[in-house]
């Protein structure tokens, strides 16, 4: 067994509760550039405690190659038959381990393997950007269709807005991925939104917690008015690409 382990910077974020490992391994951290070493550590220990959440995000990872292989293959079929692309981009994210360990602390639940998969449901997201609230709703019902796909939840804040503003509709789907010996289903969250609802919440985002303070009321309301005046700019620009596809 390795008496010392040496690890790049970036071969720590996949490792999740890796501070907890090495306060109960009583491991030292000196920080040398960009190379840690990691002192009397056990290395197959190490490898044992934290194979099973590199393997679980693996399993994530690949969800999202294959939702976004979904919703790719949508875009052509739609731009061969309508000629156009409902889908203007794809963005795919896992959570990072920080933050998944805080959403179970949250709910006063123990950071295993297991209920990462039973409680965590947006480690793997993807997020769908389209031209119009109805290309939306066209994706949705056509992904709905799909045999191999599951609709576990759905959350539409297009139709009916957060009270800060906040558009968008969310999917939490179960999607098979096949490894070399069996297929395991994995769930995904999948936010749908269009141009516009993407630039409001970006935005909304850096302005809002940029700072660590609770943002004024003045502020919020100015927000919502504008997230409002967006929601009326998506169906306006929607009704005239209906009238300019009916000349």
Same mark, same amino acid.
């Given at each position: 067994?390795?008496?010392? +382990? ?38 197959? +220990? ?9 393997? +679980? ?21 739609? @731009? ?50 389209? @031209? ?26 297009? @139709? ?88």
């Amino acid at each position: 067994m390795c008496s010392q +382990l040496v690890l790049r910077r970036f071969a720590l974020k996949p490792i999740l509760c890796y501070n907890i490992f090495m306060e109960k391994n009583n491991i030292r951290i000196t920080d040398d550039g960009e190379i840690n070493f990691f002192e009397n550590v056990d290395s197959d +220990l190490f490898i044992e405690k934290t194979m099973p959440y590199m393997e +679980l995000m693996m399993k994530y990872g690949c969800a999202l190659k294959e939702i976004t292989t979904k919703f790719e293959v949508l875009n052509s079929e739609f @731009s061969l038959l309508y000629n156009r692309n409902p889908i203007e981009s794809i963005k795919t994210r896992l959570k990072r381990p920080r933050s998944i360990m805080a959403k179970l602390a949250k709910h006063g639940i123990p950071v295993t393997v297991q209920n990462i998969r039973e409680n965590v449901f947006d480690v793997a997201g993807a997020r769908i950007i389209c @031209s119009f609230p109805h290309d939306i709703y066209s994706l949705v019902e056509m992904l709905k269709k799909q045999d191999d796909i599951t609709v576990l939840k759905v959350k539409d804040y297009i @139709s009916n807005p957060k009270p800060n503003g906040y558009r968008s509709l969310h999917l939490i789907v179960e999607i098979p991925i096949f490894l070399s010996d069996r297929k395991e289903n994995v769930v995904v969250e999948v936010q749908l939104r269009t141009i516009a609802m993407d630039f409001w919440a970006s935005l909304e985002h850096k302005l809002k917690y940029k700072k660590n303070t609770d943002t004024p009321e003045e502020i919020v309301d100015e927000l919502r008015e504008c997230a409002d005046e967006i929601g009326r700019l998506d169906l306006k620009m929607q009704e005239i690409h209906k009238r300019i596809e009916n000349l």
